[in-house]
Structures are given as structure tokens and as C-alpha cells.
């Protein structure tokens, strides 16, 4: 019984409710796309891991060189046949960067201040990227797994990531990661500044005592296309938020944002979906695309 509705059930089945679409869709790209790679993030730690990530940014028009525009009033996801027209421009304004950085603060104030609330934690974090195209031998180090979904128009290449603000006698590398995209779902929000793509990748650690870093890369130089990163990380439960500006050797500034999901945890609880088992893969989909719109929404005025 409803209390201003009288007799009233939700559904001519009962109580049964409708799955939320757009989160069933964003789960079964996810789904698919983590099960059929058996392959990637397992047994040896050397075969690379999955990352999952959601970025900010715009959908922009291959032909008019336009942020696309489609007759719907709701948030979309796009197939991979329009996404193929499509390119997406992962960035934001100065403006935007601030209020987000704004209200990501203020979360991180309010999750330490309310008693149950699961703490949002935060790193600021300075960091320099380069990139090298690998050589004969830095293809050589990458395993099979890696190599399996090499685009041979895309040739892969070495980040390397060093702490700016590394303490004298550390070492200051954080990472020297090859990454290789392996899928990406695009999303259109009207009436947002933002659109969103979520992307599947494997990223293949390099960082490693059996590998010399010069001998993996042409010339053996790793100092090609330096950019600087000024990096606010928001953590919070199994997922984090990274929030960037980025300035390149030429002094241009661009500012990103970008939501990843914690992969490993994922693929369990896809695989338990998988063999019908209880799972919480679902919710954690769920949880992915609410922190995608809560950032969206983000009041700009």
C-alpha cells in the first residue's frame, strides 16, 4: 500500500524492479571486455595489469572538428560505430580544474567529519613523464599477454615517471609503464560541459631489476616528450580520482580529469557474476558511473 497512491505496485510483475540501463550497459562492456582476456593481470605479475579508467572531456566531430551533438535529452552510450567518427579530447578548462579541485576538498573535509562515512583520502603529487619509443630489445621484454593486442598502428611506447620532489639518495622513478589501450566505451552527456570515455588498457610495469631501462628504448634515451604533472589523488574505497594539470616542454598548460576503478577487485567480482556466484560487481559498475555524474554535475557557475 502507497501511502498517497493507495493499492499501487511498481511493476505488473510485483515488486520486481527495472535495472537502471545505462549502468546495465556500462556493466556489460565492462563484463565482456575483462572476461575475454583471461590472459592480462594474472599469475605472474610480469604479464601486465588491467587499468580502468573514466575520463572527462569532450566528443568531438572527426568532420566539422565540432563537440558532437545527437537528438537525445539523456546521457548516451555511443557504439562503436559512432565512436569511430568520433575523437575524444581529454581535458577541461582552468576554470572547471578549480571548482573540481574546490569540491573534492570539500569532500575529503566532509567524509573525515561525518561518524560511518568511508574516508575519501588525498595526495598531492609532482611528478614529470617522459616517453620513448621502445627498441628491438623492449619488445623483447614485453610478455606474450601484452603482446597479443599490439595495434600495429599504434606502436607502444615507455612513460617514464620520476617523483620532481624525490628526498637526495631516493630513488626518484615511480613507474616506467607500457601501456596499451585494448577497448573504449564513449559516453555523450547533453547539457554536461563534459563528456566521458571509459577506457580498458594494459598497463605493463618495466620497473624492473632484470631490465635494464637504456637498453629498452631507442638510443637509450628516455627523455623524449616531457611533461610535467601537478596531481591532486583522491582515494576512496575502491576507487580514485586524479585530478591533473599537465604542462609540456613548450609551456602549454592542460588540465584532466580522470576516475579508475580498482581492476583487480573488478574481475573477481565479474568472475563471480560469471560462475553465479553472489557478487558485488554490480555495484561496483554503479558506483563507477555515480562518481562519473557527481563530477559532471559539478556546479560551474
Known amino acids: 500500500m502507497h501511502p498517497f497512491l493507495g493499492p499501487w505496485e511498481p511493476c505488473i510483475k510485483g515488486n520486481m524492479a527495472q535495472p537502471d540501463q545505462f549502468s546495465l550497459q556500462v556493466g556489460k ?34 568532420n566539422t572538428d565540432q563537440r558532437v551533438h545527437l537528438p537525445v535529452m539523456n546521457p548516451a552510450v555511443l557504439d562503436r560505430n559512432m565512436s569511430s567518427r568520433l575523437r575524444f579530447e581529454s581535458h ?20 573525515a567529519a ?29 610478455p606474450q599477454s601484452a603482446l597479443n593486442y599490439l595495434d600495429q ?47 580498458i588498457n594494459i598497463e605493463v610495469d618495466m620497473h624492473r631489476p632484470d631490465i635494464n631501462p637504456a637498453a629498452i628504448v631507442e638510443g637509450g634515451d628516455t627523455k623524449i616528450g616531457e611533461r610535467k604533472k ?15 594539470q599537465v604542462k609540456s616542454a613548450d609551456g602549454r598548460k592542460i588540465h584532466e580529469l580522470e576516475i579508475e576503478v580498482d581492476a583487480i577487485k573488478l574481475r573477481e567480482q565479474a568472475e563471480r557474476e560469471a560462475a553465479g556466484q553472489p557478487s558485488g560487481f554490480g555495484d561496483m559498475v554503479q558506483g563507477l558511473v555515480n562518481n562519473m555524474f557527481t563530477l559532471m554535475r559539478v556546479p560551474f557557475n
Open 29 to 62: 562492456y565492462l563484463f565482456e571486455e575483462i572476461l575475454r582476456r583471461p590472459d592480462v593481470g594474472v599469475g605472474n605479475a610480469h604479464n601486465g595489469a588491467l587499468e580502468i579508467e573514466a575520463k572527462l572531456g569532450t566528443l568531438v566531430d572527426r
Open 230 to 244: 601537478d596531481r591532486l589523488s583522491y582515494t576512496h574505497s575502491v576507487y580514485s580520482v586524479d585530478l591533473t
Open 153 to 199: 598502428a599504434r606502436q607502444p611506447r615507455l612513460r617514464t615517471s620520476i617523483n620532481e620532489r624525490a628526498q637526495p639518495g631516493t630513488d626518484p622513478v615511480i613507474a616506467r609503464i607500457v601501456k596499451i589501450r585494448l577497448a573504449d566505451l564513449d559516453i555523450f552527456v547533453p547539457g554536461s560541459p563534459f563528456d566521458c570515455r571509459i577506457s
Open 92 to 111: 577541461m578548462t582552468e576554470a572547471h580544474h578549480k571548482r573540481l579541485n574546490e569540491f573534492l576538498n570539500q569532500a575529503v573535509q566532509e567524509s
Open 114 to 142: 561525518l561518524p560511518g562515512r568511508h574516508r575519501l583520502d588525498y595526495k598531492h603529487r609532482y611528478e614529470i613523464d617522459s616517453f620513448a619509443q621502445l627498441s628491438a630489445a623492449g619488445f623483447d621484454a614485453l
